[in-house]
């Protein structure tokens, strides 16, 4: 049968990047050595580096303008401290819209001042701050641009007088933004680019080596750049998938293609969530609904086991919600096909037949 893979992380990849990365795990290049025990610092590896590097910085808009791409480990959780360490110095100003940046906050205020320009906390993060005034003597301003978790996605990004960065983890090449107005942009892997792993960091250098503190050496990006993303050994695997699904999207017509196909996909659902009578949305703002990550509940909790079994039967994978927040969850990402959405709204619009 069949599956529909709405998994939040580690998530649907294209078909074509699976075939790919699994021939190169048993005979990479035709050098009849696998893809995990050659060398990293093999020319065959240095290239598949230097082309995910490139991919990451032509998807954004960004080669050739002061920008490097990083690939580094520890995932987005150890960018919340790697961040801090390199930009903060007095104070930085953050807006928490989830349990990330809520994470990310924890962590800078080992470093320094936090200043939390607004939250919606107090409403179970089920929307999007807006209004705040980012103060221009902070030495950064963090926002996360899609919660996975409560299924919001900021539409607007302010205009700041000092750096800005973003945790794009889970929406990142999934739709065109001026990425200039970044800074510094980072994103776990396991969303839109690959598997567990690694993580894309896309830092302009020139905001780099501003703090007076020492900074060790693996949480220094300044480092990194100067070894070109291999200070110590990088995650092979996921890098060169990674470079793989970012050359798939490419051949597919880039960000500006793919952002159409998302925006269908999740038209498609929050319709049927708006209409349906069995369901209802967990984010009541249309405008910050996020299109990677529709969170919805069953009026009805006493259907749950049936809706679930007819999605068993119907190949749907991993749509349960977040435990911090139960119901549904359905992951949108840049791979999922249409087909599985419309499956999806079928199955919901077979129980509320039944019902």
Not at 71 to 100: D, H, I, P, R
């Amino acid at each position: 049968m069949q599956k529909h893979n709405f998994s939040a992380g580690p998530c649907i990849l294209p078909q074509s990047v699976l075939q790919k990365s699994a021939e190169a795990v048993l005979n990479f290049n035709n050098s009849n050595l696998s893809l995990i025990e050659i060398s990293h610092r093999s020319k065959d590896f240095v290239e598949v580096m230097e082309n995910a590097r490139n991919l990451a910085l032509e998807h954004l808009g960004l080669l050739n303008k002061g920008y490097q791409a990083l690939y580094l480990q520890g995932g987005a959780s150890l960018q919340f401290l790697m961040v801090a360490y390199n930009l903060l110095e007095k104070k930085a100003a953050y807006l928490n819209t989830g349990t990330w940046s809520n994470n990310a906050i924890k962590e800078a205020k080992l470093i320094g001042e936090v200043v939390e320009v607004a939250t919606s906390k107090n409403e179970n993060f089920n929307f999007i701050p807006k209004n705040y005034t980012v103060p221009s003597d902070a030495d950064y301003f963090h926002c996360t641009s899609n919660n996975t978790i409560f299924g919001t996605q900021m539409q607007v990004f302010p205009d700041t007088e000092i750096p800005m960065v973003c945790d794009m983890s889970s929406d990142i090449f999934s739709r065109q933004l001026d990425f200039s107005k970044f800074d510094l942009i980072y994103a776990g892997a396991q969303k839109n680019m690959g598997p567990s792993g690694t993580t894309l960091v896309v830092v302009k250098e020139n905001i780099l080596e501003k703090v007076s503190r020492n900074i060790p050496s693996m949480l220094n990006y300044k480092v990194h750049i100067n070894k070109e993303s291999m200070f110590n050994t990088p995650s092979v695997f996921a890098v060169y998938v990674s470079m793989l699904t970012l050359q798939w999207l490419k051949d597919l017509g880039g960000i500006p293609k793919i952002e159409k196909a998302n925006t269908t996909k999740a038209q498609l659902l929050y319709n049927e969530i708006d209409r349906n009578s069995l369901f209802e949305g967990f984010v009541p703002n249309k405008e910050d609904r996020s299109k990677m990550n529709a969170t919805f509940n069953l009026k009805n909790e006493t259907l749950k086991a049936t809706f679930d079994e007819q999605l068993k039967q119907a190949g749907i994978n991993g749509l349960n919600g977040h435990r911090s927040v139960g119901g549904y969850r359905a992951s949108m990402y840049n791979a999922l096909p249409l087909e599985s959405v419309q499956i999806l709204v079928d199955v919901m619009q077979h129980l509320e037949k039944q019902a």
